[in-house]
């Protein structure tokens, strides 16, 4: 209930007079003192526990410090930021739902100093979850081929995004996952003890009627320069970020880069092109992602009796093609008009790719969890 001092206080009914006080809305912390340390009162806006300290309750208090620190952070805080109009997230972070300005990895995580981590990124769309069972393979496929454990609560990820989803209001947008090898102090060889670090967020966005699926976008061509196994998605995205960024100084949107000769694919999507009734994609490697969505858009292509073909295609026969689009999680399909400053077909969005794009949405929708 709220206090006359502008505090929040929560009873708990195991102790007795057993107040939350301190300045809750502002705040956004709980400070509970070590069981070792003083109970010297914090200052500032700081909350505290406050109330009897006889040795008989004080074990009892401490066992209500997770419960009352996760309904602040789960319930409290972002009810109070949201009436100032701040918005605040829920996240989770290794088996504990928070507010995400409480979220704390530590310095020494492996992610942090190594890139050493793998990450899903699930498309919401009327606030269910599409493609699912494919995140969840390949984020499997990820952690054994970096032969990293899997995290804790991986039985219970389902659970986790539905309830990040529930708890954001997320209608149109992403959830987030990050799996990294965990804390150890800093080596290049990495520890096979260490407990996984995992992160789960939400984004909201629209998915939909977006500027890029009516008139298309444009990229950039840059030499394929990332490491090796481009097909384990892991968190070492420098490279990706600096071509996207070549991409925006040149007035585009995105990079679609080169090997040897050929496409590979683009910063954070799978590249195609069409032509005639063919619809061409680089095929499955170590080269390229193995894209969730570009595995859903194939079938759904031979489906509707699209021809398909799986074979590398060069930067001229990519700007001669009809029509070129990519596929991603959270772009669905989107028809790109101009490859290095030449127009594609008309310069305008071809009807395959809105076909294409049409198609996933009514079947992804028909498959959301």
Not at 138 to 157: G, H, I, Q, W
């Amino acid at each position: 209930m709220p206090a006359g001092n502008g505090t929040e206080s929560l009873m708990i009914p195991a102790i007795r007079n057993l107040t939350i006080t301190g300045h809750a809305r502002t705040a956004g912390r709980i400070a509970i003192p070590d069981r070792a340390a003083p109970a010297t009162p914090p200052q500032g806006n700081i909350c505290t526990l406050s109330g009897p300290r006889r040795e008989s309750e004080k074990q009892s208090i401490y066992a209500v410090k997770d419960v009352v620190s996760e309904r602040l952070i789960k319930y409290i805080i972002p009810k109070t930021f949201a009436l100032k109009g701040i918005p605040v997230r829920t996240v989770f972070l290794n088996g504990q739902y928070m507010a995400e300005n409480e979220a704390r990895v530590s310095i020494f995580d492996r992610g942090f100093l190594m890139a050493d981590g793998v990450y899903e990124v699930t498309s919401v769309l009327d606030g269910k979850l599409l493609e699912y069972e494919g995140h969840t393979k390949r984020l499997v496929r990820s952690l054994n081929e970096l032969d990293m454990a899997r995290p804790k609560d991986f039985d219970a990820l389902l659970d986790i995004h539905r309830e990040l989803v529930r708890l954001n209001k997320v209608e149109q947008g992403s959830v987030y996952l990050q799996v990294t090898r965990g804390v150890a102090d800093r080596d290049f060889a990495y520890p096979k003890d260490a407990a996984p670090t995992l992160v789960l967020f939400t984004q909201s966005k629209p998915l939909l009627d977006t500027p890029a699926s009516r008139s298309g976008i444009k990229v950039i061509v840059i030499e394929d320069l990332r490491w090796g196994r481009r097909d384990i998605k892991t968190v070492q995205l420098l490279y990706p970020s600096m071509g996207k960024m070549m991409a925006k100084a040149a007035g585009c949107d995105d990079a679609w880069m080169v090997k040897d000769g050929f496409i590979t694919e683009g910063t954070s999507n799978n590249a195609y092109i069409a032509k005639g009734s063919k619809i061409i994609t680089r095929q499955l490697s170590n080269d390229i992602l193995h894209g969730i969505t570009r595995h859903s858009l194939l079938e759904y292509a031979r489906e509707a009796q699209m021809q398909v073909e799986e074979r590398p295609f060069t930067l001229q026969e990519a700007q001669a093609a009809d029509e070129a689009f990519i596929s991603s999680a959270s772009t669905f399909v989107l028809p790109v008009v101009e490859i290095d400053g030449v127009p594609i077909g008309d310069g305008i969005p071809g009807t395959t790719a809105k076909r294409l794009r049409d198609i996933y949405i009514v079947e992804s929708r028909k498959r959301a969890i």
